[in-house]
């Protein structure tokens, strides 16, 4: 039987561990009082600067070129809805995008149901990739059970690969489930490199369509969550970004794996999503560039990135400007597409790249690096008109 001080003592305990975890929950910046007033202090993810800078804010309502969008997911955003693409694409003729890519045009059955969404009514404004079906009708949680481990399904995709470039298709996608989540039957990390997929990459060359990739993620998901990590807020809001080296392959090891890819197949068009996934370090993707004739790279939702180091990034522009292709991830809200156009055409100073209150990937504002007409052509639509195939008539198409 409990004693009466046994239950005091008990009771005096949980009153004690209640305020130990309300006051961790307030140092944690969770707590309403932290909101820096009156001599308290201020949580990160409270804090909102107004910046008081007064500097010239051009107001750019669209690019000064068409524009091939490489990097957009029309079927995850929009999920088929057709006045959703209305809307859309009334956005993009206010904004001189001409051309669409969708990236998630899938395999077989389900990507004529993308084709037919996006091809019916506006036919020479979107051109849709493939991906590659891992899983197939496996079991999620048994790896034994997917397509990709059973025989002949790198033949068998490549010969699924040329039927849908037959039905229009212009690429292939990765998305980067390949390489940080999916496993071999024995519980291994399924490899990038590994060469059961080389049919894959080869048919692409063959059938002269780019493999757009992501591969690996920000620098800063791959380090651990603390007061060191200038992604922190974004991180504390979203841990499953964050991809531990005790749980995951390490980011150098993944890049390394596509890069031996590349390598391998001189012959096929690679585009390294997100800029290589390295736009933190635009040093190691120049070389890159230089050392894989057949790499390209686009920089969607990398402004953030890029825009905060405005020199590095002009001058990486202006000398691999045949390299670089446009690209969003969107479908975006208005404002945010207004943020490309300033990125790439103004020499603005200290601007959101984001409409979002609370800046989504890091703490900071960007610049703009100014580019030339001759460059922002390239970027904009010349380089996409030479690599993915169906793009060219499209934007002359739109330009008539
Ligand atoms: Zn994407």
Same mark, same amino acid.
């Given at each position: 039987?409990?004693?009466?001080?046994?239950?005091?003592?008990?009771?005096?305990?949980?009153?004690?561990?209640?305020? $130990?975890? &309300?006051?961790?929950?307030?140092?944690?910046?969770?707590?309403? @009082? !932290? #909101? =820096?007033?009156? *001599?308290?202090? /201020?949580?990160?993810?409270?804090?909102?600067?107004?910046?008081?800078?007064?500097?010239?804010?051009?107001?750019?309502?669209?690019?000064?070129?068409?524009?091939?969008?490489?990097?957009?997911?029309?079927?995850?955003?929009?999920?088929?809805?057709?006045?959703?693409?209305?809307?859309? $694409?009334? &956005?993009?003729?206010?904004?001189?995008?001409?051309?669409?890519? @969708? !990236? #998630? =045009?899938?395999? *077989?059955?389900? /990507?004529?149901?993308?084709?037919?969404?996006?091809?019916?009514?506006?036919?020479?404004?979107?051109?849709?990739?493939?991906?590659?079906?891992?899983?197939?009708?496996?079991?999620?949680?048994?790896?034994?059970?997917?397509?990709?481990?059973?025989?002949?399904?790198?033949?068998?995709?490549?010969?699924?690969?040329?039927?849908?470039?037959?039905?229009?298709?212009?690429? !292939?996608?990765?998305?980067?489930?390949?390489? /940080?989540?999916?496993?071999?039957?024995?519980?291994?990390?399924?490899?990038?490199?590994?060469?059961?997929?080389?049919?894959?990459?080869?048919?692409?060359?063959?059938?002269?369509?780019?493999?757009?990739?992501?591969?690996?993620?920000?620098?800063?998901?791959?380090?651990?969550?603390?007061?060191?990590?200038?992604?922190?807020?974004?991180?504390?809001?979203?841990?499953?970004?964050?991809?531990?080296?005790?749980?995951?392959?390490?980011?150098?090891?993944?890049?390394?794996?596509?890069?031996?890819?590349?390598?391998?197949?001189?012959?096929?068009?690679?585009?390294?999503?997100?800029?290589?996934?390295?736009?933190?370090?635009?040093?190691?993707?120049?070389?890159?560039?230089?050392?894989?004739?057949?790499?390209?790279?686009?920089?969607?939702?990398?402004?953030?990135?890029?825009?905060?180091?405005?020199?590095?990034?002009?001058?990486?522009?202006?000398?691999?400007?045949?390299?670089?292709?446009?690209?969003?991830?969107?479908?975006?809200?208005?404002?945010?597409?207004?943020?490309?156009?300033?990125?790439?055409?103004?020499?603005?100073?200290?601007?959101?790249?984001?409409?979002?209150?609370?800046?989504?990937?890091?703490?900071?504002?960007?610049?703009?690096?100014?580019?030339?007409?001759?460059?922002?052509?390239?970027?904009?639509?010349?380089?996409?008109?030479?690599?993915?195939?169906?793009?060219?008539?499209?934007?002359?198409?739109?330009?008539?």
């Amino acid at each position: 039987m409990m004693t009466g001080l046994n239950k005091t003592l008990i009771k005096q305990t949980f009153i004690t561990l209640v305020l $130990v975890v &309300l006051a961790s929950a307030q140092s944690r910046g969770q707590g309403e @009082s !932290l #909101d =820096g007033r009156e *001599g308290r202090n /201020l949580a990160i993810g409270n804090f909102r600067p107004k910046p008081t800078l007064k500097v010239r804010q051009t107001a750019l309502e669209k690019a000064l070129f068409p524009v091939v969008d490489v990097h957009t997911h029309f079927r995850y955003r929009f999920k088929h809805d057709l006045g959703k693409l209305d809307e859309y $694409v009334e &956005l993009m003729d206010k904004h001189n995008i001409a051309v669409c890519c @969708s !990236l #998630d =045009g899938k395999l *077989g059955d389900t /990507l004529d149901t993308h084709l037919e969404y996006l091809g019916t009514k506006y036919p020479s404004r979107f051109v849709v990739f493939a991906n590659v079906d891992w899983q197939g009708e496996g079991d999620q949680d048994n790896p034994s059970s997917w397509a990709c481990h059973q025989p002949g399904f790198a033949e068998k995709t490549a010969r699924q690969l040329q039927l849908a470039v037959g039905h229009g298709v212009s690429g !292939l996608k990765l998305f980067k489930q390949f390489g /940080l989540s999916y496993k071999n039957p024995d519980g291994s990390w399924m490899k990038i490199d590994d060469p059961r997929w080389d049919p894959i990459w080869k048919a692409c060359g063959q059938l002269g369509i780019p493999v757009i990739i992501h591969t690996a993620d920000p620098i800063a998901f791959f380090r651990p969550i603390d007061e060191t990590n200038e992604r922190w807020e974004e991180l504390f809001r979203h841990p499953e970004w964050s991809f531990p080296p005790d749980k995951y392959p390490s980011r150098e090891l993944l890049l390394q794996a596509r890069n031996r890819v590349i390598e391998r197949h001189p012959e096929t068009i690679f585009i390294g999503a997100h800029m290589a996934n390295s736009s933190e370090d635009l040093m190691t993707v120049a070389g890159w560039l230089d050392k894989y004739p057949n790499l390209y790279v686009e920089f969607a939702s990398r402004i953030g990135e890029l825009g905060r180091q405005p020199y590095t990034a002009r001058q990486f522009f202006l000398k691999y400007s045949d390299r670089i292709l446009f690209g969003t991830d969107g479908p975006w809200p208005e404002l945010r597409l207004t943020y490309y156009w300033r990125f790439l055409e103004t020499y603005d100073e200290y601007f959101p790249y984001s409409e979002k209150e609370f800046p989504p990937q890091g703490f900071w504002r960007i610049y703009g690096i100014g580019l030339p007409p001759r460059v922002l052509r390239q970027i904009y639509y010349e380089n996409a008109c030479r690599i993915i195939p169906g793009v060219k008539s499209k934007v002359s198409n739109y330009r008539r």
